[in-house]
Nanobody, 126 residues
Framework: QVQLVESGGGLVQTGGSLRLSCAAS????????MGWFRQAPGKEREFVAG????????DYADSVMGRFTISRDNAKNTVYLQMSSLKPEDTAVYYC???????????????????WGQGTQVTVSS
């Protein structure tokens, strides 16, 4: 069983930046694809960004392209989401997820991910 723990959320003003971290409990995640998703109040959870096991493939939702950057450090079993130029519509609970059988074609699909963190709240004030 893999445990994922997100951190780095908080309150930030419009235009500000935050860096989220996702620490995994097992070294096996270094061979897994990883993703970030978010869920705003009253909305369904949505894909934000995904990264292959070695960082060779990365994808972003259109809404965050050019503002967010996903990265990973396999030596630390940690995935990051650097968020810049934050907007009020980025307010959500952000979840980290791990995919054992990572596929590029399904990088944005929730059902492709096997393990999920508890989430960290990001609030962007206007």
């Amino acid at each position: 069983q893999v445990q994922l723990v997100e951190s780095g959320g908080g309150l930030v003003q419009t235009g500000g930046s935050l860096r989220l971290s996702c620490a995994a409990s097992a070294r096996t995640v270094s061979s897994y694809g990883m993703g970030w998703f978010r869920q705003a109040p009253g909305k369904e959870r949505e894909f934000v960004a995904g990264i292959s096991w070695n960082g060779g493939y990365i994808d972003y939702a259109d809404s965050v392209m050019g503002r967010f950057t996903i990265s990973r450090d396999n030596a630390k079993n940690t995935v990051y989401l650097q968020m810049s130029s934050l907007k009020p519509e980025d307010t959500a609970v952000y979840y980290c997820a791990a995919s054992i059988y990572f596929r590029v074609a399904t990088i944005s699909h929730e059902r492709s991910y096997d393990y999920w963190g508890q989430g960290t709240q990001v609030t962007v004030s206007s």
